[in-house]
């Protein structure tokens, strides 16, 4: 188990900007990559950008450069700053852990994101 903790989301205005954080308190290790998924209302969970160990990074073509996915390995953290948000990014976001050399995913319980006027 790699138990992870959310904190960040809440109401912003289109345009805005918020951080997501994620902690995993046990810990992780040079093949867990770590990331964010993403699941708005009556879709399925989908990935929102994802960073590897040694840093390398992915992102979802929506992000369009707008997201910034930034990993501590000391800390044991993973961050997604979002800026030009759009209503279209509301959605319930989770922490994601995924051992590479098995393919389990860790999940948090989420963090929701509501972008609104």
């Known amino acids: 188990q790699v138990p992870l903790v959310e904190s960040g989301g809440g109401l912003v205005q289109p345009g805005g900007s918020l951080r997501l954080s994620c902690v995993a308190s046990g810990g992780t290790r040079s093949f867990y990559a770590m990331g964010w998924y993403r699941q708005a209302p009556g879709k399925e969970r989908e990935l929102v950008a994802r960073?590897?160990?040694?840093?390398?990074?992915n992102y979802a073509d929506f992000v369009k450069g707008r997201f910034t996915i930034s990993r501590d390995n000391a800390k044991n953290t993973v961050a997604l700053q979002m800026q030009s948000l759009e209503p279209e990014d509301t959605a319930i976001y989770y922490c994601?852990?995924?051992?590479?050399?098995?393919?389990?995913?860790?999940w948090g319980k989420g963090t929701l994101v509501t972008v609104s006027s």
């Open positions: 994601n852990v995924r051992n590479l050399i098995t393919a389990m995913d860790y």
């Open positions: 960073v590897s160990h040694g840093g390398v990074t």
